[in-house]
T-cell receptor
Framework: GNSVTQMEGPVTLSEEAFLTINCTYT??????LFWYVQYPGEGLQLLLK?????DKGSNKGFEATYRKETTSFHLEKGSVQVSDSAVYFC????????????FGKGNQVVVIP | DTEVTQTPKHLVMGMTNKKSLKCEQH?????MYWYKQKAKKPPELMFV???????INESVPSRFSPECPNSSLLNLHLHALQPEDSALYLC????????????FGSGTQLSVL
């Protein structure tokens, strides 16, 4: 079935540092890939998405590229701010049969001033 | 209006109580979802409604009873819950089941004593 794997553990970094959160997936066919962000005490917000191989999703300085050859969708931001502190979920959705949204376990990101 | 509104934000209930969670959207979306999220875990799909009809029930115990009285409202009726049902309950909506962009509410934090 479809599944998403995110790197283990929280991520703590200083303001203006470079952020990378790894995400790999297993799916049949050509799923759509997403990053959702959850700020403290809130629901999930769609951060960015990509629907086909080599697509790059981008929003608020965050980027992720759909890499079919490595089945990856790593999230990057060049210079993080304290306000980027949140939990980030990678997710995928298939297009045939089971088109439920499958989430990774999430990564807590803490940005220190 | 691009909001999904959930009430109440917090709820404490005993194992013999009956309560309801409410979700409302005015975006004209015809698919609505209930998710359950335990602390530090990704959301888990519970129910999906499509055009006011239940289309997915992820084997959820009958003590959770969803209801979609019209295209803007989604309820989750709770009865005889267990302490392990304590979680954040998230509502989401999308234009229809095929639309990949989900809008999430901020959730109801439920504690069962």
């Amino acid at each position: 079935g479809n599944s998403v794997t995110q790197m283990e553990g929280p991520v703590t970094l200083s303001e203006e540092a470079f952020l990378t959160i790894n995400c790999t997936y297993t799916a049949t066919g050509y799923p759509s890939l997403f990053w959702y962000v959850q700020y403290p005490g809130e629901g999930l917000q769609l951060l960015l998405k990509a629907t086909k191989a080599d697509d790059k999703g981008s929003n608020k300085g965050f980027e992720a590229t759909y890499r079919k050859e490595t089945t990856s969708f790593h999230l990057e931001k060049g210079s993080v701010q304290v306000s980027d502190s949140a939990v980030y979920f990678c997710a995928l959705r298939g297009h045939y049969g089971n088109n439920r949204l499958a989430f990774g376990k999430g990564n807590q990101v803490v940005v220190i001033p | 209006d691009t909001e999904v509104t959930q009430t109440p934000k917090h709820l404490v209930m005993g194992m013999t109580n009956k309560k309801s969670l409410k979700c409302e959207q005015h975006m004209g979306h015809r698919a609505m979802y209930w998710y359950k999220q335990k602390a530090k875990k990704p959301p888990e799909l519970m129910f999906v409604y499509s055009y006011e009809k239940l289309s997915i029930n992820e084997s959820v115990p009958s003590r959770f009873s969803p209801e979609c009285p019209n295209s803007s409202l989604l309820n989750l009726h709770l009865h005889a819950l267990q302490p392990e049902d304590s979680a954040l309950y998230l509502c989401a909506s999308s234009r229809d089941r095929a639309d990949e962009k989900l809008f999430f509410g901020s959730g109801t934090q439920l504690s069962v004593l």
